[in-house]
T-cell receptor
């Protein structure tokens, strides 16, 4: 039962254009949503997050959008740079019962390649 | 501010052995979570410790255990290693607050079981 899905295994974008990475979830109890960037054999690096009370959060070139009715999360990177090439994971946290603070559920990841 | 550190970075063990991995969180963080990453299963939650108590546990067998010390450093132990335990083990630290709380990850320990 996959509660968090990133349906695109890979995405290829030209430098300077917009990259849009998508994530769908099933549990309406998820209350905090994060995006991480990861290189092979390294730990994930935190990029940006959004809580369920908001629908948009911006940090520099990165913007995260949350559509609660559709249970959909997206990350926009503008403009894309070759250094953005990595695997991107969305992660969600549930506040059900107040005991799940330390547990993140991850999507399967999307490999982003930005071509010069 | 120093990030999350994990030791060792690489380990090679044989089936049946046990292993202990260590994680030092960011200063001031009281929560440490552990994750396993494999090509087939992706990133999966193992357990979380907060103030020396296990607060949350994933769906892993009892061979996987952990603990947290009073300085918030954490260790995880895997006993009777199996080939399928080969993975990248990641720990993450956070303040452990009920509200929006970001986890920051260490570089991971690559465990290979032969």
């Amino acid at each position: 039962d996959q509660q968090v899905k990133q349906n695109s295994p890979s995405l290829s974008v030209q430098e300077g254009r917009i990259s849009i990475l998508n994530c769908d979830y099933t549990n309406s109890m998820f209350d905090y949503f994060l995006w991480y960037k990861k290189y092979p054999a390294e730990g994930p690096t935190f990029l940006i997050s959004i809580s369920s009370i908001k629908d948009k959060n911006e940090d520099g070139r990165f913007t995260v959008f949350l559509n609660k009715s559709a249970k959909h999360l997206s990350l926009h990177i503008v403009p894309s740079q070759p250094g953005d090439s990595a695997v991107y994971f969305c992660a969600v946290r549930s506040n059900a019962g107040g005991t799940s603070y330390g547990k993140l559920t991850f999507g399967q990841g999307t490999i982003l390649t930005v071509h010069p | 501010k120093a990030g999350v550190t994990q030791t060792p970075r690489y380990l090679i063990k044989t089936r049946g052995q046990q292993v202990t991995l260590s994680c030092s969180p960011i200063s001031g963080h009281r929560s440490v979570s552990w994750y396993q990453q494999t090509p087939g299963q992706g990133l999966q939650f193992l357990f979380e410790y907060f103030s020396e108590t296990q607060r949350n546990k994933g769906n892993f067998p009892g061979r996987f255990s952990g603990r947290q010390f009073s300085n918030s450093r954490s260790e995880m132990n895997v006993s009777t290693l199996e080939l399928g335990d080969s993975a990248l083990y990641l720990c993450a630290s956070s303040r452990g607050r009920p509200e929006s709380d970001t986890q920051y990850f260490g570089p991971g320990t690559r465990l290979t079981v032969l």
